[in-house]
């Protein structure tokens, strides 16, 4: 499976950026499909996850202005960052876990299997 996280770039603090993650070899629908990002010296963190149901899911840094998403017949899953402020400035990764990972357990990045390379967004102030 390769995952291939790809749209970032650089953006001024209060713009938009849409990430997308396409996978070859793994069909997304079934699939649990994480956003997590890792900022210069810090952990890598959870940011989004969306699972096979459709039900969303998102860290309290970025809830009400990223959306995650889907496109189950273009084998595609997006982010959509809104608002952007330079703290969101890091790599950007897409990730796919078990379909039937609970809810509580979808910020551990240990649930996911496969991982794309990254996409760096950088936002400036």
């Not at 994480?34 to 969303?56: H, L, N, Y």
């Not at 608002?83 to 876990?97: F, I, K, Q």
């Amino acid at each position: 499976v390769q995952l291939q996280a790809f749209g970032g770039g650089l953006v001024q603090a209060g713009g938009s950026l849409r990430l997308s993650c396409t996978a070859s070899g793994r069909t997304l629908s079934s699939s649990t499909i994480g956003w997590f990002r890792q900022a210069p010296g810090k952990e890598r963190e959870f940011v989004a996850a969306i699972r096979p149901s459709g039900s969303t899911h998102y860290s309290l840094s970025v809830k009400g202005r990223f959306t995650i998403s889907r496109d189950n017949a273009k084998n595609l899953a997006y982010l959509q960052m809104s608002s952007l402020n330079p703290e969101d400035t890091a790599v950007y990764y897409c990730a796919t876990g078990s379909g039937r990972l609970i809810v509580s357990s979808l910020w551990l990045k240990d649930n996911y299997v496969d991982w794309g390379q990254g996409t760096l967004v950088t936002v400036s102030s």
